[in-house]
């Protein structure tokens, strides 16, 4: 199975920074790179696909990078409703992965 | 509206079975490939399996710690999902969430999961 990492694992910041979370993959997956935001007892909601195509409705200060193994999810002018749960997950391979999570904290 | 409502969770022992239901409106059913992702009780988010359409072969996959107890399957004529259960373990406990599932798009759609309880 691909191997999803992510880093930091949590994370602190303020209203109006910008922050990037990292994922790594175990071996080269293309831009079959996904990412989810996750509030506390809700469903995930997917914010970008194909490792930068944002996903409709999704504002524009969420962006996503990278290629092969490294892949960066960038959240500029944090805004109070961006504190959430974040993961990226691959689907090169027929068996999905997802990252352990980082929690976007105040 | 797209919608997905899943249905079908509850307690039951180890050792046990349950199926649940995923049910799909808004959405062409048949050519939707769909995931079930479960999530333990604060743990981080796990794949579980995945179904393809019918015209695409509506073969399935499963991570490993399902395979041989988890059983998807679809009813394009009712536009549902289901995923059987069987042999549960404690370790199966947490919300089970259906979603769509494209391998370029991403899980774009989810339901708004249904708990699973393991226990004696």
């Known amino acids: 199975d691909i191997q999803m990492t992510q880093s930091p694992s949590s994370l602190s910041a303020s209203v109006g920074d910008r922050v990037s979370v990292t994922c790594r993959a175990s071996?080269?997956?293309?831009?079959?790179l996904n990412w989810y935001q996750q509030k506390p007892g809700k469903a995930p909601r997917l914010l970008i696909y194909a490792a930068s195509s944002l996903q409709s409705g999704v504002p524009s200060r969420y962006s996503g990078s990278g290629s092969g193994t490294d892949f960066t999810l960038t959240i500029s002018n944090l805004q109070p409703e961006d504190f959430a749960t974040y993961y990226c997950q691959q689907s090169f391979s027929s068996l999905y992965t997802f990252g352990q999570g980082t929690k976007l904290e105040i | 509206e797209v919608q997905l409502v899943e249905s079908g969770g509850g307690l039951v022992k180890p050792g046990g079975s349950l199926r649940l239901s995923c049910a799909a409106s808004g959405l062409t059913f048949t050519n939707a490939w769909m995931s079930w992702v479960r999530q333990a009780p604060g743990k981080g988010l796990e794949w579980a399996g995945r179904?393809?359409?019918?015209?695409?072969?509506?073969?399935?996959d499963y991570a490993a710690p399902v395979k041989g107890r988890f059983t998807i399957s679809r009813d394009d004529s009712k536009n549902t999902l289901y995923l059987q259960m069987n042999s549960l373990k404690t370790e199966d406990t947490g919300v089970y969430y259906c979603?769509?599932?494209?391998?370029?798009?991403?899980?774009?759609?989810w339901g708004q999961g249904t708990t699973v309880t393991v226990s004696s």
């Open positions: 179904i393809k359409s019918k015209i695409n072969g509506g073969t399935t």
């Open positions: 071996q080269s997956i293309n831009n079959y």
């Open positions: 979603s769509t599932s494209s391998d370029y798009y991403g899980m774009d759609v």
